[in-house]
C-alpha cells in the first residue's frame, strides 16, 4: 500500500510518499510545492492543486493523509492556511483516495511517543524509520511524519 501524506500551506506544501507492507515501512518520494508569493491567492492555489495532482498521478497512492490546521495567532495567516489544506484535500479527493486527517499532536506522538515532541525529535525519528530516504525539506520530513503516522493508526479507520 502506498500512503501519501500531506503537509499543507500556502507557502510551501509538503509532501511525502510511502509503502507500507505488513509492519515494514519504505520511503518512495517526498518534495515540497513552493508557490511565488508574489502571485495573486487564486495563482497559487492553482498551483498547488496542479503540482500535487501530479505527484498522485506520477505515484498512484492508495489513500492519503492530511495534517489538520493548527490556528495562528494571525487569523490571516490561519484562513491562507485553511486554504491551500482545501486545495491538498480535493486533489486527492478528486482522485478518488480514502483521505484521513490527523492533529499535529497525534502525529508527533506516533513518530516519537509525546504529542509535545519538537520538530528536530521527529526528523531524527524519520532518519530510524526511513533509513534510506533522502528528504527535500522540513516539510517534505513533516508530511513523511504524517504518512507514516496514517500507516501506524490504519486500523483506528477502517
Given at each position: 500500500m502506498l500512503i501519501l501524506g500531506l503537509d499543507p500551506s500556502l507557502t510551501c506544501t509538503g509532501w511525502g510518499i510511502i509503502a507500507k507492507s505488513g509492519n515494514r515501512l519504505t520511503h518512495v518520494a517526498n518534495g515540497q510545492v513552493?508557490?511565488?508569493?508574489?502571485?495573486?491567492?487564486?495563482?497559487?492555489?492553482?498551483?498547488?492543486?496542479?503540482?500535487?495532482?501530479?505527484?498522485?498521478?506520477?505515484?498512484?497512492?492508495?489513500?492519503?493523509?492530511?495534517?489538520?490546521?493548527?490556528?495562528?495567532?494571525?487569523?490571516?495567516?490561519?484562513?491562507?492556511?485553511?486554504?491551500?489544506?482545501?486545495?491538498?484535500?480535493?486533489?486527492?479527493?478528486?482522485?478518488?483516495?480514502?483521505?484521513?486527517?490527523?492533529?499535529?499532536?497525534?502525529?508527533?506522538k506516533a513518530i516519537v511517543g509525546t504529542g509535545a515532541a519538537e520538530k528536530a525529535q521527529v526528523q531524527a525519528m524519520l532518519k530510524v524509520l526511513l533509513p534510506a530516504a533522502k528528504v527535500t525539506g522540513a516539510d517534505a520530513a513533516d508530511a513523511l511524519a504524517v504518512a507514516i503516522a496514517h500507516a501506524h493508526l490504519l486500523g483506528a479507520h477502517r
Amino acid at each position: 500500500m502506498l500512503i501519501l501524506g500531506l503537509d499543507p500551506s500556502l507557502t510551501c506544501t509538503g509532501w511525502g510518499i510511502i509503502a507500507k507492507s505488513g509492519n515494514r515501512l519504505t520511503h518512495v518520494a517526498n518534495g515540497q510545492v513552493r508557490t511565488d508569493p508574489s502571485a495573486s491567492l487564486p495563482d497559487r492555489l492553482v498551483t498547488l492543486d496542479r503540482e500535487l495532482t501530479d505527484v498522485i498521478l506520477t505515484h498512484r497512492p492508495d489513500c492519503a493523509a492530511v495534517e489538520e490546521v493548527f490556528v495562528n495567532k494571525n487569523p490571516q495567516s490561519t484562513l491562507k492556511l485553511g486554504q491551500a489544506r482545501g486545495v491538498a484535500l480535493l486533489a486527492a479527493a478528486r482522485a478518488g483516495l480514502p483521505v484521513a486527517e490527523y492533529a499535529t499532536r497525534l502525529v508527533k506522538k506516533a513518530i516519537v511517543g509525546t504529542g509535545a515532541a519538537e520538530k528536530a525529535q521527529v526528523q531524527a525519528m524519520l532518519k530510524v524509520l526511513l533509513p534510506a530516504a533522502k528528504v527535500t525539506g522540513a516539510d517534505a520530513a513533516d508530511a513523511l511524519a504524517v504518512a507514516i503516522a496514517h500507516a501506524h493508526l490504519l486500523g483506528a479507520h477502517r
